[in-house]
């Protein structure tokens, strides 16, 4: 017996009434009866749960750079970064699946497949991936639609971060700071002379030079995550369609190369070399 250790809950919130884990542990229902499926249902459950919190994250991170309030958004972004790594992690448990594991209940999907999830889906509109056919796989849910056009329609995190710096100043293109912003942002010379500013006189404008790395530590593990994803899907299925239609790891290789934040990939080839202080 521990003293003082609440026992009767038969009129008082529990651990598992407050978390709702009689709805949450009876969400897993494998289809096929196959001892792995248990296994490649939890993953993605738990990166659902992760991607919705990270969703919340950069909702806030984005709310602060709005409002200038950079150390807020900080915070928001450092934990959205601890929120990718439990992200990439998950794939190292995946992979455990070898193909004849998967295979033996890969008929139970259908046609359902992650690349219908709507929350990486709203992730990407917020890091600045718009593509409106995307939103086609959820037209049968007005809820989940509204939710896409809206992120779809609004600025990304990059968008924010540009009108950012020509608040405090820097010359960012007139054209990129009123684009339409459900086009993809294409890399622009002018956002890299303002960035290249930045990185070349850190201490005058040390917040958006720890902005700027922010951004890139959210893009390289973001990048990191894709990578793992495309591996743990060619050691399973090799160069399979996956079962949603899509061109399965092919699809995935092409996303490596699409970019959120190029400026701050390119600006890095740019600057100028430091002097020497002695």
Known sequence: MVEGVETDFARRMSYGDYLHLDRLLSAQQPLSGQHDELLFITIHQVQELWMKLLNHELDLA?????????????KALARVARIQKQLVEAWDVLSTMTPHDYLAFRDSLGSSSGFQSWQY???????????????????????????????????????????????????????????????????????????????????????????????VDLEDAFQTWRFRH?????????????????????????????????????????????????
């Open 121 to 215: 889906r709203l992730i990407e509109f917020k890091l600045g991936t718009k593509d409106g056919f995307m939103m086609k796989p959820h037209a049968h849910r007005p809820d989940t639609l509204a939710l896409l056009e809206a992120a779809f329609a609004a600025p990304s995190v990059y968008d924010e971060a540009l009108r950012l710096l020509a608040r405090r100043g820097l010359p960012v293109p007139e054209a990129v700071l009123g684009r339409d912003v459900t086009q993809r942002h294409l890399p622009d010379e002018g956002v890299t002379a303002a960035w290249a500013m930045i990185y070349e006189q850190a201490e005058a404008h040390f917040d958006l030079y720890e902005l700027a790395e922010e951004l």
């Open 230 to 278: 495309m591996k743990t899907v060619e050691r399973i299925i090799g160069h399979r369609m996956g079962t949603g239609g899509s061109a399965g790891v092919s699809y995935l290789k092409g996303a490596l190369e699409r970019s959120f934040f190029p400026e701050l990939w390119t600006v890095r080839t740019k600057l100028k070399p430091v002097p020497s202080r002695t």
């Open 62 to 74: 984005m709310a602060n750079i709005r409002a200038d309030a950079l150390r807020p958004a900080f």
